[in-house]
């Protein structure tokens, strides 16, 4: 019959180690709870126009990669029916040079010194050899033409494939930067989604303040007129706008990008500008804030990713960012970069 022993007591050491490891654990706990604390309706309104921003910069860069796929593919279609024309040429000549083979071959049937013998007419057997000469000389002629067309309608065929590989390209850059565009946006839809139903209601009162302000008050845009009719027209179609909500890579006439706004203000004044903000800065004359006049296009931001139209007295008019409106603002809530006057 065996024995029943009793489990030996755990060692003090044993014990003093497994204290130990839960006491760190609690600790570690709580500063991770003390080093992650929830942010405040102030930080995240900062963590939230900071996405906001860096998704206009990959909407700029998406606009520019989208202007780029309507050239190319514009191109690549040129490209292609050119490509399509000379193969028809191509194919043409050789249905020329075949049928002068086959002439030849009926007429060289049978030797010329035979043909003579059993011509009844030697000044007609005369003619009929130098028409063979000319022939000769004609197909001749015709395989060159062949030749250069075939080196013609190979250079053009790897031309038409050189773009429509730039063509992949620019439609991958443009759907990476649709992409981040759209992870930026949801990154900054879960930082308004921890606040409170109160802190979200503080910040949108804020925006609409904003909105208010800058459409209905009217600010005082001072007494500078425009340095021109064309900034003068693009201003006021740009005004036609006001209250019109912000959406990325749009360009009216419901909603607008910052791009598409000014794009649209200076078409309705007769000049065409490119799509993107950073392709609008090197239109024009390049100015400095202190030359600026009302309907002068102005840019913000190191990369220039922010365009708007000067209103006067230090006030653009734009469209902002999400969530926003074409609207009035003070020039000092961005980064000025530099003015360009458009005509």
């Known amino acids: 019959m065996g024995s029943h022993r009793r489990p030996k007591p755990a060692s003090r050491t044993r014990v003093t180690v497994l204290s130990a490891t839960a006491a760190a654990v609690v600790a570690l706990t709580s500063q991770a709870a003390q080093a992650d604390p929830k942010p405040t309706k102030d930080e995240v309104k900062s963590k939230v126009d900071k996405l906001y921003d860096e998704a206009e910069q990959a909407t700029e860069a998406a606009n520019g990669a989208k202007e780029k796929q309507g050239q190319l593919e514009k191109q690549v279609n040129e490209m292609q029916d050119k490509v399509a024309r000379g193969q028809q040429d191509l194919n043409a000549l050789r249905g020329t040079l075949g049928s002068m083979a086959a002439a030849q071959y009926r007429s060289g049937g049978i030797d010329p010194s035979l043909a003579l013998f059993l011509s009844s007419n030697p000044d007609d ?10 022939l000769s000389s004609t197909q001749a002629e015709a395989l060159q033409k062949i030749q250069a067309k075939q080196r013609t309608l190979t250079q053009e065929r790897k031309e038409a494939q050189d773009k429509l590989k730039d063509l992949a390209d620019t439609r991958a850059v443009l759907d990476a930067k ?6 930026k946006l949801a990154d900054a839809q879960q930082l308004l989604n921890s606040l409170t139903a109160q802190e979200k209601a503080a910040l949108a009162a804020d925006t609409a303040r904003a909105n208010t302000a800058g459409t209905t008050e009217h600010p005082d845009l001072g007494k ?3 340095a021109s009719g064309v900034g003068a027209a693009a201003l006021e179609a740009a005004k036609t706008q006001l209250g019109k909500p912000y959406f990325y890579g749009a360009t009216g006439m419901a909603s607008w990008d910052c791009s598409g706004l000014t794009g649209y203000a200076y078409a309705q004044a007769g000049v065409h500008l490119p799509r993107t903000s950073q392709e609008q800065a090197t239109r024009g004359t390049r100015i400095g804030r202190g030359d600026l006049k009302p309907g002068d296009l102005v840019l913000f931001f190191g990369d220039l990713h922010h365009i708007g139209l000067y209103a006067g007295n230090n006030m653009v008019l734009h469209a902002p960012h999400s969530g926003a409106v074409v609207r009035y603002e003070s020039m000092n809530n961005m980064p000025f970069q530099f003015g360009v006057r458009i005509g």
Do not use: I, N, T
């Open 125 to 134: 057997f005369l003619d009929k050899a130098s028409a063979l000469d000319q």
């Open 178 to 183: 649709k992409k981040e565009v759209q992870g």
């Open 224 to 226: 500078d007129v425009p």
